[in-house]
């Protein structure tokens, strides 16, 4: 197949368009995945990112108790690995596209300082960011002083998402002409397996003693 045949859903406009589509969906009923291919995963990734936000947000709460504080910090901990994974899983696919696609990439091309799937958990953030700062924009409760502060984060953040929406859509290109090399770089997050945090194999051992 070609490159072009391997980018159909590989498209950052595309991707951004459903990332924001997503975000306003999911506060109006159950969140749900209803794509195939690459978008599928897209949607899957932001759905970590979806549920992360909004435990971020219970964990700050000064009406939280300790008990709710710690289950929302052990929800977070697994919804950011989940999400990581997932970033993974996004550039292991453009990887095999490439491959698909018979990309003949240089071995000396260079290399982007952030992956592409990096790129696109980016841009859902900046997704869920705009909709919450939006929210914010029009509280019935808001002063002016506190609405005009929302005016101007709104105008920077989409100025923000326009350039990383641009700056990925040119990544992808250069990746699908072979002009740059695309890797999938492993994070190994140690804190959340039993065998390389500490603070629970120690703990194995003292209860088993």
Not at 64 to 92: G, H, P, S, Y
Not at 142 to 157: G, L, N, T, Y
Not at 164 to 178: E, H, I, P, R
Request: aromatic share 6%; glycine share 2%; hydrophobic share 40%.
């Amino acid at each position: 197949m070609t490159a072009s045949d391997q980018r159909i859903d590989l498209d950052a406009n595309l991707i951004v368009q459903h990332q924001q589509e997503l975000v306003a969906r999911w506060h109006e009923q159950e969140i749900n995945n209803p794509y195939t291919g690459f978008l599928q995963l897209v949607c899957q990734q932001h759905e970590h990112n979806f549920r992360l936000w909004h435990e971020e947000d219970v964990a700050r709460s000064p009406t939280a108790t300790d008990t709710q504080i710690a289950q929302v910090k052990r929800n977070i901990d697994r919804l950011n690995q989940q999400r990581n994974d997932m970033i993974e899983v996004l550039d292991d696919a453009i990887t095999a596209r490439l491959h698909a696609a018979a990309v003949d990439c240089p071995a000396d091309a260079p290399i982007n300082t952030e992956t592409a799937g990096s790129t696109i958990d980016r841009l859902s953030i900046m997704s869920l960011r705009l909709y919450h700062y939006e929210e914010q924009l029009h509280r019935a409760d808001a002063d002016a002083e506190h609405k005009a502060k929302v005016a101007e984060r709104i105008k920077i953040c989409r100025l923000q998402h326009s350039d990383l929406t641009a700056a990925l859509a040119m990544l992808l290109d250069d990746l699908f002409a072979g002009r740059k090399m695309h890797k999938t770089y492993r994070q190994f997050k140690m804190y959340n397996d039993p065998s390389l945090n500490p603070s629970i194999y120690q703990a194995s051992k003292r209860i088993a003693c």
